[in-house]
């Protein structure tokens, strides 16, 4: 066990320059490939994974120690 608490956020593909973003990244196939590839039938936006890690960072996550918070729209539950 480690001294210090690890929590850890788990993505997936996430809509950037690289992977998906309009005018960008991976071709309009390849895009609709990964989107079904997740339940939630989308990818996730940067903000959404920064909400997460907002949320980490709060008080109202002072309880939440050494886990792994999924932000992959269902990628891993499938």
């Given at each position: 066990?480690?001294?210090?608490?690890?929590?850890?956020?788990?993505?997936?593909?996430?809509?950037?320059?690289?992977?998906?973003h309009?005018?960008?990244?991976?071709?309009?196939?390849?895009?609709?490939?990964?989107v079904?590839?997740?339940?939630m039938?989308c990818?996730?936006r940067?903000?959404?994974?920064?909400?997460?890690?907002?949320?980490?960072?709060?008080?109202?996550?002072?309880?939440?120690?050494?886990?792994?918070?999924?932000?992959?729209?269902?990628?891993?539950a499938?």
């Amino acid at each position: 066990m480690s001294a210090f608490p690890q929590t850890k956020i788990g993505n997936a593909y996430t809509i950037t320059n690289i992977c998906g973003h309009k005018g960008g990244g991976a071709s309009e196939i390849i895009q609709d490939m990964i989107v079904q590839m997740h339940p939630m039938m989308c990818m996730g936006r940067p903000q959404e994974i920064a909400d997460g890690i907002d949320w980490l960072c709060s008080d109202e996550a002072s309880f939440a120690t050494e886990t792994l918070l999924n932000m992959d729209g269902g990628f891993t539950a499938k």
